[in-house]
C-alpha cells in the first residue's frame, strides 16, 4: 500500500475516531459525563460551563470542551496573556476561551480534510510532496486564524476607545466642576456616552459598578486600564489615583490630560495624512497611469500605424 494512502487512512481514522467521542460525549448522561470527564482530566472544562447561559449556548460548550482540551495549553491558561486578550476584546463570558480553543482545533482539521475531500483519494500518488505541504499549511493556517481574528478584534475596541475617550474626559470634567464626585462623574459619564460609543459607555459602567460593589477607586480604576490595555487610559488611571492621593484638583488634571490625549489624536491624524501621498504612488503608477497613457496617446498611435507605417512600407 502506498505510503500517502496510510496517511490518509490514519487522517480518517482519528477524525472518525473524534467525532465518535464528541457525540458520545454529547450524549452520556450526568454522572456517567462527569466520571468520563474526571478520567479525562477534563473536569475543570466541564466546570467552565456557563449555567446562566440558554440551553444551546450550554450544548454547544459541552461539544467544544473536547475539541478544546486538545489545543488547550497545559499551564494555567486562565491566568496567561491569552486571558487578558479576551477581556480586551471585550468578551468577559467564561465560555469564550473554549469555544476560541476549540475552534482552533476544529479549523486545523477541518481545512485539511476539505482539501483532501475536494483533491480526491485517487490523484495523490503522483504529487505526495506537495499535497503533505499543502495539508500541513491548511492545518497552521486553520490553528492560527482565530489568533487572527482575535487580535483584530481587540484593534478594533482599543481603536474606539482611544478615539471617544477624550470626550468622555471632557464630560468628566463637566461634571466634576459642576460640583459631583468623582464617583458620581464616572456613573455620569457611562450613561451619556451610551449613544455616541457604548465600548466606553460600558467600560465606565463597570468601573461604577465595582465602586458600588465597595471596591476601592484605586482598584476600579487599574481594573479599568487593566481590561482595555491602552497606554493612555493607564496614564489617566495613575494621574486619578496620585490626584486622589495627594489631593490636587482633579477637574484641572482631567482637563490637562484630555487636551494632551487630543493632541496625540490630532498628530495621528496628520502622519496618516502625511504617509498618504507615498501610499497613493503605487496604484497611481500601476493601475492609473497606464489607463490615462492609453486615453491620451492611444489615438496619437493609432494615427501613426495607420499613415506612417504604410508610407514607409511603401519606400
Known amino acids: 500500500m502506498p505510503s500517502l494512502q496510510i496517511v490518509i487512512l490514519l487522517i480518517v481514522f482519528f477524525a472518525v475516531l473524534a467525532t465518535a467521542y464528541i457525540v458520545m460525549n454529547a450524549l452520556v448522561p450526568g454522572v456517567a459525563q462527569k466520571r468520563l470527564q474526571k478520567v479525562m482530566g477534563g473536569e475543570k472544562l466541564i466546570q467552565n460551563v456557563d449555567e446562566e447561559s440558554p440551553a444551546w449556548i450550554q450544548k454547544i460548550v459541552k461539544i467544544a470542551g473536547p475539541l478544546a482540551r486538545l489545543s488547550l495549553p497545559e499551564e494555567d491558561w486562565q491566568e496567561s496573556p491569552i486571558r487578558l486578550r479576551f477581556i480586551n476584546a471585550g468578551y468577559r463570558n467564561k465560555n469564550a476561551p473554549l469555544i476560541y480553543f476549540a475552534a482552533k482545533t476544529l479549523l486545523?482539521?477541518?481545512?485539511?480534510?476539505?482539501?483532501?475531500?475536494?483533491?480526491?483519494?485517487?490523484?495523490?500518488?503522483?504529487?505526495?510532496?506537495?499535497?503533505?505541504?499543502?495539508?500541513?499549511?491548511?492545518?497552521?493556517?486553520?490553528?492560527?486564524?482565530?489568533?487572527?481574528?482575535?487580535?483584530?478584534?481587540?484593534?478594533?475596541?482599543?481603536?474606539?476607545?482611544?478615539?471617544?475617550?477624550?470626550?468622555?474626559?471632557?464630560?468628566?470634567?463637566?461634571?466634576?466642576?459642576?460640583?459631583?464626585?468623582?464617583?458620581?462623574?464616572?456613573?455620569?459619564?457611562?450613561?451619556?456616552?451610551?449613544?455616541?460609543s457604548p465600548v466606553t459607555s460600558e467600560e465606565f459602567r463597570l468601573v461604577g459598578l465595582e465602586l458600588r460593589a465597595g471596591a476601592s477607586r484605586e482598584q476600579a480604576l487599574r481594573n479599568l486600564a487593566l481590561r482595555t490595555g491602552l497606554e493612555d487610559i493607564d496614564s489617566l488611571v495613575a494621574m486619578l489615583i496620585q490626584a486622589d492621593r495627594f489631593g490636587t484638583s482633579i477637574a484641572e488634571s482631567l482637563r490637562v490630560h484630555s487636551e494632551g490625549l487630543r493632541t496625540k489624536r490630532r498628530l495621528i491624524a496628520e502622519e496618516k495624512a502625511a504617509k498618504l501621498a507615498v501610499k497613493l504612488l503605487f496604484p497611481l503608477i500601476f493601475t492609473i497611469f497606464p489607463s490615462m497613457l492609453l486615453v491620451l496617446l492611444g489615438p496619437a498611435f493609432l494615427s501613426i500605424y495607420r499613415t506612417l507605417l504604410p508610407a514607409l512600407g511603401g519606400q
Open 108 to 196: 486545523a482539521l477541518t481545512l485539511p480534510g476539505f482539501y483532501l475531500l475536494a483533491k480526491g483519494l485517487g490523484a495523490f500518488e503522483a504529487d505526495f510532496v506537495p499535497t503533505l505541504a499543502t495539508v500541513l499549511a491548511l492545518a497552521a493556517a486553520g490553528y492560527y486564524l482565530p489568533n487572527a481574528i482575535l487580535s483584530r478584534l481587540v484593534f478594533v475596541r482599543q481603536r474606539e476607545l482611544f478615539e471617544n475617550f477624550p470626550d468622555a474626559i471632557d464630560l468628566m470634567t463637566v461634571c466634576v466642576e459642576a460640583g459631583l464626585g468623582l464617583d458620581a462623574a464616572i456613573g455620569r459619564v457611562g450613561e451619556e456616552m451610551a449613544i455616541t
